[in-house]
């Protein structure tokens, strides 16, 4: 009930006629709420940043309405209606691991290699050619860590991918794999960031980064990078010009300081490099791995939160939600709480969301399916390529009876 009523809350707001700016006036005249969050909305409405206790605040004492109408004055602010989505695929190289991360509903340890995969690089360039023809813009690729995927497995695959299909943008691994690749090649993150350029890595997805706080870190994510570390390796990365991505998984045994603590380290990245893109939340999924006895967030707390880091992450351009991970209804709702991206055309080629439970256990959206889950919520659907440069614009695009989507399964090492 307060799901819809809230919803209904913000919907209503936007058919009132008032603009983004007399919504926010609008809370600022009403006179119960606390000053510190009539200090907060007048923050917003002068594009003041806010402090980690304002952060913190607001996680503890704000309603979802008030926090949808300040992160909806930011979204419209910097995109307008615009809502970015973009055609990828995955590409796995395996779900065997040396770590042991205790939210992963994905890997398998090593000892339990019959339940795991692990591609050799001839059916990992036999996934991308199945795509040749078809209109993506980018294989993101990310998985498990295993000795054998090193420096150079990961450099000749990156080198024959663009080889093959020069177009096709390569955003691949994250600090995990990275600084566990380079600690075994005896190279230090510049050098070995620079030979991932010369090879022809692109850009780097958010993934790996959990919850920075060693606190939480160690309980959750004992043994791979530190926050520090995936820090450290996106500022090298970003020192070459080159962007990547950040997330946060939130929703599990983390206090909401923890959340605004891994926030504000981002923030100051981001002061320093202007290299981040998007922030992704990662909702905390309990299906299938040594946490399932934490329950997960509610949908209205997944909504504060997108909110939250909308306000907080001032010097981040995009907020983005995993429709195949928090369901496409939520995703939708998203949008009006600070999110202006929704990833992406999945073809049913990540088992990263549905082996932790996500409701989207085949997730494949066709390109008209989301263009139209953008347009029922009345924003606009922009396909974007990776850097975020417009592909097409689909206000006015008719769509032609749609092709029969592709899936590939996954082998199974026995
Ligand atoms: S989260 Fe990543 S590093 Fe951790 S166990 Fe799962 S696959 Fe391995």
Redesign the pocket.
Known sequence: MIFKSAHYCIFVQNKSGMNTTEQVEKILADTNLSTELQNIAHKVLNGERITFDEGVHLYEHAELGYLGVLANYIREKKHGDKTYFNRNFHLEPT?L?????K??S??RLIKQKEEGWALTMEQMLDIVKKYDGEPVTEVHIV???LPQYDVAFYSALFTAIKQHRPDLHVKALTP?EYHYIFKKAKIDYATGMRLMKEAGLESIPG??AEIFHPEIREQI?KD?CTGQQWLDIHEEWHKLGMRSNATMLYGHIEKYWHRVDHMEKLRELQDRTGGFQTFIPLKFRNQHNQMSNVPESSVIEDLRNYAIARIYMDNFDHIKAYWAMISRETAQLSLNYGVDDIDGTLDDTTKIYSMAGAEEQTPAMSTKELVNLIKQVGRKAIERDTLYNVVTDFENVVFEEEKKPQYYKLPVVN
Request: charged letters at 10%; aromatic letters at 16%.
């Open positions: 779900n691991c040396v770590y042991d991360c939210f992963c994905y890997s998985g498990g860590v995990v993934g790996g994510a791979k």
